[in-house]
């Protein structure tokens, strides 16, 4: 568990290739997936799903730049951090029945089109 949350927390720092780290993200569970699937399939564990919700919503708030106030910005990141975990929780389910790039990029465009919204409509 410590290993593949140092992996996880890796990847906290600000960049603009956000869907660089998604996708070696993606790979680390995937040559993994006996651990991950015991963590947050079979036997979920609250701790650990917690501290990767934790971790994905730090790499959110340095890698995405939005201008609101910072609860309605929490909120937003909680949203995307929530739906990206309950979607690798399934992606793991279904052993891995998409590749990591489509996942990757389907996570990427949901959650830069919401932002793109929630921004619009101020």
């Known amino acids: ?3 593949a949350l140092s992996v996880i927390s ?3 720092r600000p960049s ?3 869907s660089g780290h998604l996708i070696s993200f993606l ?5 993994n997936e006996e651990l991950y699937c015991t963590l947050l399939v079979r036997n ?3 701790h650990f799903r ?3 919700q934790d971790v994905a919503l730090q790499m959110a708030e340095t890698s995405f730049k939005i201008d609101i106030d910072a609860d ?3 909120i937003i990141y909680l949203y995307i951090v929530s739906g990206s975990i309950e979607v690798l929780i399934s992606w793991i389910r279904n052993g891995f029945s998409l590749p990591e790039q489509v996942i990757c990029r389907t996570l990427y465009l949901l959650s830069e089109g919401g932002l793109r919204s929630v921004c619009a409509a101020g």
């Open 1 to 3: 568990v410590r290993e």
């Open 10 to 12: 890796g990847i906290d």
């Open 16 to 18: 603009p290739d956000v």
């Open 27 to 31: 790979q680390h569970i995937k040559r």
């Open 44 to 46: 979920s564990d609250p």
């Open 50 to 52: 917690k501290k990767l």
């Open 72 to 74: 309605h910005k929490r």
